[in-house]
């Protein structure tokens, strides 16, 4: 089992910066992949960017060039760095641990950027 437990977001304006941290414990040696996700209320939860284990990224269009992922695998830690926020960013962004097995989820963490 995987316990992710996510920190930061808030509300910032547009064009501001925000930081979310996932922090997994557990059998954290079974996962592959971490990354979030995020869910704007009446939409779908879409995949907003990706790390491997070994430092591979992966991101929405929508966000390239504005949020960077990175991991600090001796922490078992995952950040996602926001900067130049746009209100349609706005949503609950959640946590995400892939292993060979299953994904686990973290709790969400509410980021609102104002116009």
């Known amino acids: 089992q995987v316990q992710l437990v996510e920190s930061g977001g808030g509300l910032v304006q547009a064009g501001g910066s925000l930081r979310v941290s996932c922090a997994a414990s557990g059998s954290v040696w079974n996962i592959a992949v971490m990354g979030w996700y995020r869910q704007a209320p009446g939409k779908q939860r879409e995949l907003v960017a990706t790390?491997?284990?070994?430092?591979?990224?992966n991101y929405a269009d929508s966000v390239k060039d504005r949020f960077t992922i990175s991991r600090d695998n001796a922490k078992n830690t995952a950040f996602l760095q926001m900067t130049s926020l746009k209100p349609e960013d706005t949503a609950v962004y959640y946590c995400?641990?892939?292993?060979?097995?299953?994904?686990?989820w973290g709790q969400g963490a509410q980021v609102t950027v104002s116009s």
């Open positions: 790390i491997t284990r070994g430092g591979t990224t």
């Open positions: 995400y641990a892939q292993t060979q097995v299953r994904a686990y």
